[in-house]
């Protein structure tokens, strides 16, 4: 029998960049309350800029213990995404649908909800990052 603990997840949906006029956001949020082990949801027009700190207090008051960040690739903004001693999953709604497939169309938004449902999956799944060290020789 399994004793893994519940997680805490918390889901945040950028609607800057084209996504939100690509997408209805609201709809994408209103989804993933739905989502299983979800606590929070939130939306933002940049969590890219100040609003990554509504992620930090999350974190901090410890309502959210592992973070979905549906936005921009992956490849972009890796710092700021970074939370010590924090699963991020990262969708990209930007460069994977907003930015390439026909905006408000009915398969678009299926595309994103489909995104942000397989993000979540796949974040239930992370275990919490683990530096690597590597003996090291003290002796000349």
Known sequence: MSTAVEK???????????IGQ??????????AKSLPGVTTVKTSGAFCLEDVEEIKKD???QDV???VVAACSPRVNRAVFRFPDTPVRRVN???QVAWSHPANDEATQEMASDAVKM?????????????FTEAHERTA
Do not use: F, H, N, Q
């Not at 993000?119 to 530096?131: I, Q, S």
């Open 22 to 31: 690509a997408m209805d956001v609201d709809s994408l949020a209103e989804e």
């Open 65 to 67: 213990d592992t973070v």
């Open 119 to 131: 993000g979540v999956a796949a974040a239930k799944l992370m275990e919490k990052p683990t530096p």
């Open 93 to 95: 709604l930007r460069e």
């Open 59 to 61: 974190l901090l008051s």
């Open 8 to 18: 805490k997840l918390g889901v945040y949906i950028c609607s800057g960049c084209s």
